[in-house]
């Protein structure tokens, strides 16, 4: 099993629809939950960071976070062609030496249909 | 947000030539940065953890004598690709992370490398 699942897509919704992404991972010792974005040919860009359970909303976007069930989400509101990228989930088990890498996701490509 | 700039975006050299990519932190000090590199519709590998002032961490399978890094200052880590073929070719991307680790990282745009 690898440590972070996420489904490559690709996934292709209308302008204004709400996009749901979500990754799976196996590791109980992930504290630290990201969500990138990325365009072609471009480096990631963060776009939320939480830190343990919980939801944290930033305009259009909610990320949600279950240890319980090792499952985070990705929430997209108002979908707008600008979303279309690839979102990449990312982890880590927190400060201190090897425990700052991340572990990523294999990313999931969206496009957002005018 | 921390602005993180790599430089060049992309370079072709010919083969057995050495190639230097630099990733510099523009507005905070960066004690920890980290390489990674991507092929295409792939996730991000990560190839080595570069601490300022001292030796680099690589991941198993990367080659430390083709892949030099150095972190020479709190706002600059440089990769050389020496001796690169054209199986090197590849985007290189580097982040880093603040000093007093907050959890995130912060990515250069990326190093777009071709090897003739």
């Known amino acids: 099993q690898k440590e972070v699942e996420q489904d490559p897509g690709p996934l292709s919704v209308p302008e204004g629809a709400i996009v749901s992404l979500n990754c799976t991972y196996s590791n109980s010792a992930f504290q630290y939950f990201m969500w990138y974005r990325q365009y072609s040919r471009k480096g990631p860009e963060l776009l939320m960071y939480t830190y343990s359970s919980g939801n944290k909303e930033d305009g259009r976007f909610t990320a949600q976070v279950d240890k319980s069930s090792k499952y985070i989400s990705l929430f997209i509101r108002d979908s707008q062609p600008s979303d279309s990228a690839t979102y990449l989930c990312?982890?880590?088990?927190?400060?201190?030496?090897?425990?700052?890498?991340?572990?990523f996701g294999k990313g999931t490509l969206l496009t957002v249909n005018p | 947000g921390a602005v993180v700039s790599q430089h060049p975006s992309w370079v072709i050299c010919k083969s057995g030539t050495s190639v230097k990519i630099e990733c510099r932190s523009l507005?905070?000090?960066?004690?920890?940065m980290f390489w990674y590199r991507q092929f295409p519709k792939q996730s991000l590998m990560l190839m080595a953890t570069?601490?300022?002032?001292?030796?680099?961490?690589?991941e198993q399978g990367v080659e430390k004598d083709k892949f030099l890094i150095n972190h020479a200052s709190l706002t600059l880590s440089t990769l050389t690709v020496t001796s690169a073929h054209p199986e090197d070719s590849s985007f290189y991307i580097c982040?880093?992370?603040?000093?007093?680790?907050?959890?995130?990282?912060?990515f250069g745009e990326g190093s777009r490398l071709t090897v003739l």
């Open positions: 990312a982890m880590s088990a927190g400060s201190g030496g090897s425990n700052y890498k991340l572990t």
């Open positions: 570069s601490n300022e002032g001292s030796k680099a961490t690589y």
């Open positions: 507005d905070f000090q960066a004690t920890t």
């Open positions: 982040s880093a992370s603040l000093a007093g680790f907050t959890g995130e990282l912060f």
